[in-house]
């Protein structure tokens, strides 16, 4: 009897250990998923970070472009303000007589009315 209850337990402790390699591989491709889902997690959150602080430096570039258009405008419409007809003949421009191209009538067509 004693031999059969050894046995048993030899036997016992021998699918222990096979039980307990196959959690522990279990237990080891979970612990890798994790941090691979981790390094994953932390690398998207690294990125969204980076595109925002980009975005807004790249605002405050479009709005230091946009200040500057506004005062060239400004710049532009002070300056054509100034030239008018004395200006112009000033700097040697003068008035022309202008001539249109123009086509004569020919004449109208006249269609019959016919009752059918």
Do not use: C, P
């Not at 048993?8 to 612990?31: D, S």
């Not at 980009?54 to 419409?77: F, I, K, M, P």
């Not at 001539?99 to 269609?111: C, I, M, N, V």
């Amino acid at each position: 009897m004693k031999t059969i209850a050894q046995k048993m337990k030899t036997h016992a402790m021998n699918i222990n250990v096979v039980n307990n390699n196959l959690e522990r591989q279990v237990l080891n491709l979970l612990l890798w998923t994790l941090g691979a889902l981790a390094v994953g997690y932390l690398f998207f959150l690294g990125s969204m970070v980076l595109n925002v602080v980009e975005r807004r430096s790249l605002e405050t570039g479009a709005n230091v472009l946009a200040n500057q258009v506004q005062d060239l405008e400004l710049e532009y419409l002070s300056v054509s303000n100034k030239i008018d007809l004395t200006f112009a003949k000033s700097l040697g421009f003068q008035e022309t007589k202008t001539k249109f191209a123009t086509r004569s009538f020919l004449g109208s067509l006249k269609l019959a009315k016919n009752d059918l």
